[in-house]
C-alpha cells in the first residue's frame, strides 16, 4: 500500500524516553495493540470516547530524547526483574522496543557541553522534525516523562532542561504535554512563545496517586460541610523519581501541586505537609499514606486514614497514551492555547477549571463529545458548540493557519509551525 494511501500515523516524542514510565508506555502499547493484554487504565479506550476520532494505538510511532545510553530492550529486562512489566511481555514486543530505541537521540544539557541555549533549542526541534518527516508522520505530540528538576533560580538564570525542550517543541511545531512537575511551558520565557504558537498544550505533573485521591476526598469533606484541621502524607519510593526527589527542591516542586488540590477543593489549606522520602529498595513502587483529622457534628473530633501503594510506571503508562492521544486530536482539529479539559490528569493543569476529579471528568468527557467528526478543524466547530455545555473552562480558539517558524534567542518569542 502506498504511503498516500496508508492511515495516517501519529509520533509521540517522549522528554526522558528510556526512563521507566516510557519504557511502560512503549511496551504497553505494543502489548495492546497486540492483543496480549487489555488497555485497563486507558480511559480513551472507554465508551465515552467512541467516534471522537483519536488515534489508534497501532498508529503511534515513538521516539524521544534521553542523557541516559541504556537501550530499552534492556530497560524492559530491567523492569520486567522488578516486577513492573509482566512476565514475557517485554521479549514479545522486543522488535517494536527496539525500533523506539532506534529513534532516541541524545539530550541535554550534558556536563561540559559547550552548546548555547539557542544551540540545544535548535538541535531539539531538528531532532523531532527530523523524526517526522522520516516516518511521514500526520503530526508529533511532545510529552515530557523526564524526572522532576528544581525550581529555577529565577530571572536571568540558564533555563531549565524542561523548558529547552518545550521551546523546542514549539519550534517545531508541535503540541506539548508536561507530565512532570518540572517548569517546562511554565517559565515565563516559553510561556510567552506557547501564546503565540497556535499550538495546544497540556501539563503539569501527572495524577496518579496521592493527589488523584485527594482530588476525590476534599470534594466530599466540603460537600459534606466536614471541617478539615489537618491533612499530612508521607511518600515512600524508590526508582529515578525517588532519587530526584531527595532534592528538597525538587521535592517542593512536586509538593506544590498536591497542596494545589487541597486548597482549591476546601477553600483553605489545613495544617499539615507532605514528606517525601527516597527508599531506593523500593525501586518503582511507591506507598502514599495520607491522615486527615476533621471535625463532626457538635465538633466530634475523626480521622481518616488511606494507604495507597502502586507502581509508579504502570499508573502513569496508560494517562500517558490518553494525553498523546487526546493533544493530537485536539492539534488536529485546531484547538489552541492550554487544554483545560485535560485537568483531570494533572495535579496542577493549566488553564482555568475545577480542581475536583468528579468535575475534571465532565470536562473530559465533554471534549470527547465535541472531538466526535471525521473532520479537521472545520468539522469540529460545530461538533463544538453542542459539547460546550459538558465542558468546564473551555476557552479553546479555532486555528486553520499555520504559524511561521523563525530562528530566535529563545529568550525571545517565536512562532511555532504545523508539522
Request: glycine share 14%.
Amino acid at each position: 500500500m502506498s504511503a498516500s494511501l496508508s492511515r495516517p500515523r501519529v509520533g509521540v516524542w517522549l522528554i526522558g524516553a528510556r526512563g521507566s514510565v516510557a519504557t511502560t508506555v512503549v511496551t504497553g502499547c505494543a502489548a495492546i495493540t497486540a492483543g496480549l493484554h487489555p488497555p485497563t487504565g486507558m480511559v480513551t479506550e472507554t465508551s465515552a470516547f467512541t467516534g471522537s476520532g483519536l488515534p489508534a494505538l497501532s498508529d503511534l510511532v515513538f521516539g524521544g530524547h534521553d542523557t541516559l545510553d541504556c537501550p530499552l530492550p534492556k530497560r524492559a529486562e530491567t523492569l520486567t526483574a522488578g516486577g513492573v512489566l509482566p512476565p514475557g511481555v517485554a521479549t514479545a514486543v522486543t522488535a517494536e522496543l527496539a525500533a523506539a530505541d532506534r529513534e532516541i537521540r541524545p539530550g541535554g544539557p550534558t556536563p561540559g557541553d559547550a552548546r548555547s541555549e539557542a544551540e540545544l533549542i535548535t538541535s531539539f526541534a531538528d531532532d523531532i522534525r527530523d523524526f517526522a518527516q522520516r516516518h511521514e508522520l500526520e503530526r508529533t505530540v511532545v510529552v515530557n516523562v523526564a524526572s522532576t528538576e528544581p525550581a529555577s533560580a529565577g530571572p536571568g538564570a540558564p533555563l531549565p532542561a524542561s523548558t529547552l525542550y518545550a521551546l523546542a517543541a514549539l519550534r517545531a511545531g508541535c503540541p506539548y504535554v508536561n507530565f512532570t512537575p518540572s517548569e517546562g511551558m511554565h517559565h515565563p520565557v516559553a510561556a510567552r512563545e506557547a501564546e503565540q504558537s497556535g499550538l495546544p498544550y497540556a501539563g503539569r505533573d501527572g495524577k496518579t496517586g496521592q493527589t488523584l485521591l485527594r482530588a476525590v476526598l476534599g470534594p466530599m469533606f466540603a460537600q459534606r460541610a466536614l471541617n478539615v484541621r489537618a491533612w499530612s502524607g508521607t511518600n515512600l519510593l524508590g526508582g529515578g523519581d525517588g532519587a530526584a526527589l531527595a532534592d528538597p527542591a525538587a521535592a517542593a516542586a512536586k509538593n506544590a501541586g498536591k497542596e494545589r488540590v487541597l486548597a482549591d477543593t476546601l477553600g483553605t489549606v489545613p495544617e499539615g505537609e507532605v514528606h517525601i522520602d527516597d527508599v531506593p529498595a523500593l525501586g518503582d513502587w511507591k506507598t502514599a499514606w495520607d491522615h486527615i483529622a476533621f471535625d463532626g457534628f457538635l465538633g466530634t473530633r475523626m480521622i481518616l486514614q488511606t494507604i495507597w501503594q502502586g507502581c509508579d510506571s504502570a499508573l502513569a503508562a496508560p494517562l500517558v497514551l490518553d494525553l498523546a492521544r487526546l493533544t493530537s486530536r485536539a492539534h488536529q482539529a485546531g484547538l489552541t492555547g492550554p487544554l483545560s479539559e485535560l485537568g483531570f490528569y494533572f495535579k496542577d493543569p493549566v488553564g482555568e477549571g475545577p480542581s475536583s476529579l468528579g468535575e475534571q471528568y465532565v470536562g473530559l468527557v465533554g471534549l470527547g463529545v465535541r472531538l466526535r467528526t471525521t473532520g479537521g478543524a472545520s468539522g469540529v466547530a460545530g461538533a463544538r458548540a453542542g459539547g460546550e455545555d459538558a465542558v468546564r473552562g473551555a476557552g479553546h480558539r479555532e486555528s486553520t493557519e499555520a504559524p511561521a517558524v523563525r530562528d530566535a534567542d529563545p529568550r525571545e518569542p517565536a512562532a511555532g509551525d504545523r508539522s
